[in-house]
């Protein structure tokens, strides 16, 4: 019967071993050559009668498709050798592609932003490559102060003028302040530049966070309860924080803030050195000088100021013993934070 040798040879084609090119041969003569059994079939077709040779036609029309469709899904190479790339199953489900992560300085710094952006702080950028002007001399560092130096920062010639790479954020604000008429309220994140010595404790960039706030009548109690608010949304609602005084050209009264170590809840640890805290960056209420070298009238305004750098916070929050390797592009360091995405 035709119909029992159209099963045969399909049963055949499906379960023909295809390995190798004298296989490939052997298939194409059997099933595709000038003399091969799908012809042999199409004569046997006029003993059948009449009513059947349609349907019979179609099945061995099918069956010719079957075996060129498997012979061209084969391609070889010029040596003969069977290439990789069988026949493609489009439903085959697609490999996983492998994940990557944010950086956790670029985490740290958007959960900084996010903070005070929903206290109503606006974000301001600037260039890294700044004048004396906007990283010194608006900022009432007297000329002989020693962060001018070339040991802390890095000058470099720029269309013939002495510039410097920005040794803090700082700079922005200054040109937010002869730019914009309070009251002013924004951070300046970005990279800042420093000339030390690399490492496990120190580098030459890092990032920055300042912060401004310009208004009439803005105290140092503003200045306080900002900076508690950021601790607790950042380190938790336990988080204390504690200010000593300090000094910066650009703020007076200036103060250095702790935050209470939350890796010990202050019991002492070797994060904290035992002290119970941690110190997490520089404030204090914006030097009238500062306010009058960028054109705001210091009797009317008065303001607060803040800087931090995100290594040391994300440090905090995620351990990291050893500054380098924020710059390292060690992926198994990266991989540890694909679950902050
Ligand atoms: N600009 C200071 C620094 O880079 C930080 C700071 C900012 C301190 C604002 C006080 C007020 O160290």
């Not at 079939?41 to 009513?51: G, M, Q, R, T, W």
């Not at 912060?211 to 380190?235: N, R």
């Not at 805290?277 to 305004?301: F, H, Q, R, S």
Request: charged share 25%; hydrophobic share 35%.
């Amino acid at each position: 019967m035709i119909q029992d040798k159209i099963a045969q040879i399909r049963e055949e084609i499906i379960n023909f071993d295809l390995q190798n090119s004298t296989q490939l041969e052997d298939f194409r003569i059997k099933f595709l050559g000038s003399k091969n059994c799908i012809k042999d079939l199409f004569s046997d077709l006029k003993n059948v009668a009449n009513e059947d040779k349609k349907v019979l036609g179609l099945e061995l029309n099918s069956l010719k498709i079957l075996a060129e469709e498997k012979f061209n899904s084969f391609q070889y190479d010029q040596k003969g050798n069977k290439s990789l790339n069988k026949r493609i199953d489009v439903s085959r489900p697609s490999e996983s592609s492998p994940v990557g992560s944010h950086h956790p300085l670029s985490l740290v710094r958007d959960e900084i932003i996010g903070i005070f952006k929903r206290i109503g702080f606006t974000i301001s950028e600037g260039p890294e490559i700044e004048d004396d002007w906007h990283n010194f001399s608006a900022l009432n560092f007297p000329p002989e102060h020693p962060a001018r130096d070339m040991q802390d920062t890095f000058f470099i010639q720029k269309d013939e003028r002495e510039m410097a790479l920005r040794t803090h954020t700082s700079s922005v604000q200054v040109r937010v302040m002869e730019s914009t008429p309070p009251p002013i309220r924004t951070i300046s994140p970005g990279r800042v530049y420093r000339n030390e010595a690399i490492s496990a404790r120190a580098h030459c960039f890092f990032h920055q966070i300042e912060g401004l706030y310009i208004d009439k009548g803005v105290s140092f109690a503003d200045l306080k309860q900002t900076l508690l608010h950021f601790a607790k949304e950042m380190f938790g609602s336990q988080a204390q924080i504690r200010m000593r005084p300090s000094y910066f050209p650009f703020t007076e009264p200036s103060a250095e803030v702790d935050v209470s170590c939350s890796l010990c809840n202050q019991k002492g640890c070797n994060v904290c050195k035992y002290s119970g805290w941690l110190e997490i960056m520089g404030c204090g209420m914006v030097d009238p000088n500062v306010l009058t070298a960028c054109g705001i009238d210091a009797k009317k305004y008065s303001g607060f100021a803040f800087g931090m750098g995100v290594e040391r916070i994300a440090q905090l929050k995620y351990r990291v013993a050893d500054l380098r390797m924020y710059s390292e592009n060690d992926a198994r360091f990266l991989k540890q934070f694909q679950s902050g995405i």
